[in-house]
């Protein structure tokens, strides 16, 4: 069955410091990938998707980047996280209609 | 532009009561509809969707193409039925993006 992976599930950070969060999908091949912000009031922010390795797309302009140096695996950055960059930050994937969510990271910068 | 609006951030019902959460969408093609749910301390997962045309722990959603939404609804609400709910939308061929609302957060008091 397929899972997806995604850590750690807390961490402070402070300003200035680099980020890296990981997502793994088990279990499918080729998925869809995704990495959310979730807000109170400001429902799912998409901020980056990818369809393939090395293929990434977008949504919003930020301090984030994004890579896929594997087909499972999609990886969140940041050289230099400001404390707006604090939130709650969701991976997912889809292969056809439904998205699958991982359990998410509640990033603060201090 | 795509667009899905949920208008109510907090719906609070007394268990036993009909509950129904909006969803109203704005796009020009055969959009798929969905409602994603996040219970306390699980992922967001898939509620239903549209063209399933079914009934989940006593939920169902019908779209109404023309007042353009996609109401959440259930005659007899449970205190477990309390958590946050997202209506999204998915682009006719586009497998890629789901649109989503801000979430709506529903509270079944006993």
């Known amino acids: 069955s397929q899972t997806i992976h995604q850590w750690p599930a807390t961490l402070v950070q402070p300003v200035g410091s680099p980020l890296s969060l990981e997502c793994t999908v088990e279990g499918t091949s080729n998925p869809n990938l995704y990495w959310y912000r979730q807000a109170a009031g400001r429902g799912l922010q998409l901020l980056f998707y990818s369809v393939g390795i090395g293929q990434i797309s977008s949504e919003v302009p930020q301090n984030l980047s994004a890579s896929r140096p594997q087909d499972r695996q999609f990886i969140l950055s940041s050289k230099k996280l400001l404390l707006s960059d604090s939130g709650f930050y969701l991976c997912?994937?889809?292969?056809?209609?439904?998205?699958?969510f991982g359990q998410g990271t509640r990033l603060t910068v201090v | 532009a795509q667009r899905v609006t949920q208008p109510e951030k907090l719906l609070s019902v007394f268990k036993g009561a009909p509950v129904e959460l909006k969803c109203n969408y704005s796009y020009s093609g055969s959009p798929e509809l969905f409602w994603y749910v996040q219970y306390s301390r699980q992922r967001l997962q898939l509620l239903l969707r549209?063209?399933?045309?079914?009934s989940i722990k006593g939920f169902t959603a019908d779209l109404n193409k023309g007042e353009t939404s996609f109401h959440l609804k259930k005659p007899f609400a449970q205190e477990e039925d309390s958590a946050m709910y997202y209506c999204?939308?998915?682009?006719?061929?586009?497998?890629?993006?789901?649109?989503w609302g801000l979430g709506t957060s529903l509270a079944v008091n006993p």
């Open positions: 997912a994937w889809s292969v056809s209609v439904e998205a699958f």
């Open positions: 999204a939308l998915r682009e006719a061929g586009n497998n890629r993006k789901l649109i």
């Open positions: 549209h063209i399933s045309r079914e």
